[in-house]
């Protein structure tokens, strides 16, 4: 056992299920994440195969502890074993390469300095398309344009804001990142739940922290760092101090949820054709134990995932097995192996479960 090394390999583990090689060098050796091979299948057809995102700052470079490369810890997303995919963090660098008008980046900072909104360089083509509309596809554009304006709107008040010449909570943070977590992660939520709608991309990978993390989170009811919380030595209240802290960040979710569910598709909604996978790579941070980490599935994955369902899977168990089943339920079933899977993990009723609480 390598006490500490956890944090500093556990993000690369997430998505891939792999072991990866211990280096602090360039010859980085992981597995290919489950999202990039989602990528790989379904990306080829929207505009941008899948995007990365980040809540905090994953810049690190050569090596970090217990004898692994930086980069392990910096991303969760996998093209291939050897090659760690950029995250942005920066919410504004995001919009832009979603919905920013303009070919190239000069062209999109030359708009910028314009104030004006990106909808307004592409009028002509909106009208266009309004013309072959009927009623209810009239209203789903307007919509949709409205979120957009709205979204791009928030970015420019928090740029605005961030360089007023006040001091920062972040000082380091480019000026699109919002100071507090709460609105960072839901305008990245939001960014999600737009691109989804425009089948810009239909992969996204979201890293909500760093392994080792000092944030605090005031919204939480604790002022305790995470990474100080986590190491809560078996104490009963340390671990309830912990446990805000998680419930904090869970009760979050529900934002992504609802927005989906708000966005008429044909046949339902967006969320009923949504797999959202949401987890940790560690089980008990006190211990830096890997056993029964968390993993929950949400949104219909098109008819794949029942739902309402706690399922605990026997001892030993890889968590590669849940993934290689819910790969295969995309539709993924030539992949016959997944990180270190031994098999497959139904998440039906006919999978070992026990009651939820």
């Known amino acids: 056992p390598e006490i500490g090394g956890d944090h500093f390999r556990s993000s690369a583990v997430y998505l891939t299920q792999s072991h990866p090689k211990q280096t602090r ?81 000069e062209e999109r900072a030359a708009r910028r300095k314009t104030n004006k909104s990106i909808l307004d360089w592409i009028t002509e083509e909106i009208a266009f398309l309004r013309k072959d509309l009927g009623p209810t596809d009239h209203a789903r554009l307007d919509r949709y344009l409205d979120n957009v304006r709205e979204l791009e709107r928030r970015i420019q008040a928090i740029e605005a804001g961030n360089m007023n010449g006040e001091s920062r909570e972040l000082p380091e943070a480019p000026a699109g990142v919002p100071d507090s977590f709460e609105e960072h992660v839901k305008l990245m939520f939001d960014l999600q739940a737009l691109a989804f709608a425009s089948d810009v991309t239909r992969v996204f990978s979201f890293k909500t922290g760093r392994d080792a993390s000092g944030r605090v989170y005031p919204e939480s009811g604790t002022d305790r760092p995470f990474h100080g919380a986590s190491h809560h030595g078996g104490r009963e209240e340390a671990i309830l101090e912990f446990f805000k802290i998680n419930k904090y960040h869970t009760s979050l979710l529900p934002y992504l949820l609802d927005n989906l569910a708000s966005i008429e598709e044909a046949d339902g909604n967006l969320l009923d054709k949504t797999m959202i996978i949401y987890g940790s790579p560690m089980a008990d941070g006190n211990l830096h134990n890997h056993r029964r980490c968390p993993l929950v599935v949400l949104g219909g994955a ?56």
């Open 302 to 357: 098109g008819g794949y995932n029942p739902g309402n369902l706690h399922l605990k899977a026997p001892d030993g168990t890889p968590m590669a097995n849940v993934m290689l089943s819910l790969l295969h339920d995309l539709g993924l079933d030539d992949v016959e192996s997944f990180g270190d899977s031994s098999g497959e993990f139904s998440l039906s009723m006919s999978a070992p479960m026990s009651s939820s609480g």
């Open 25 to 105: 060098g360039s010859d980085l050796y992981a597995g290919t994440s489950f999202d990039q091979l989602c990528a790989q299948r379904f990306g080829q057809e929207t505009s941008i195969p899948s995007m990365q995102l980040c809540i905090e700052p994953v810049d690190q470079s050569g090596g970090c502890a217990y004898g692994y490369a930086c980069a392990y810890t910096d991303s969760i997303s996998w093209a291939s074993p050897s090659e760690p995919l950029p995250m942005i963090r920066d919410p504004r660098v995001a919009f832009e390469m979603l919905f920013g008008a303009g070919g190239t980046s």
